[in-house]
């Protein structure tokens, strides 16, 4: 079983920025892919970014150019680094891990960005 801790969210006005973290523990096995999904009021889960553990990223065309992810492998963290929020980014932020046994999700951290 993996275990996901999210941590960094908040509320920041338009044009802030924040970092989110995700710390995985427990059975890593091998691990694929983390990334960070988010869901806003009535929308879908959305995918934001992802990271392999090969360091090959991909984004959204909606985060493109703002947020930026990253990784430690030898921690199993990943980070998210968003600049020049808008508040069309306020939403759940999840992170996700997929390994070699399933696919895992956190428990959510709340980004609200203000006009």
């Known amino acids: 079983q993996v275990q996901l801790v999210e941590s960094g969210g908040g509320l920041v006005q338009a044009g802030g920025s924040l970092r989110l973290s995700c710390a995985a523990s427990?059975?890593?096995?091998?691990?694929?892919?983390m990334g960070w999904y988010r869901q806003a009021p009535g929308k879908q889960r959305e995918l934001v970014a992802s990271?392999?553990?090969?360091?090959?990223?991909a984004y959204a065309d909606s985060v493109k150019g703002r947020f930026t992810i990253s990784g430690d492998n030898a921690k199993y963290t990943v980070y998210l680094q968003m600049n020049s929020l808008k508040p069309e980014d306020t939403a759940v932020y999840y992170c996700n891990l997929v390994n070699s046994r399933g696919v895992y999700w956190g428990q959510g951290t709340q980004v609200s960005v203000s006009s």
């Open positions: 427990g059975s890593m096995f091998i691990t694929k892919v």
């Open positions: 990271i392999s553990y090969g360091g090959n990223t």
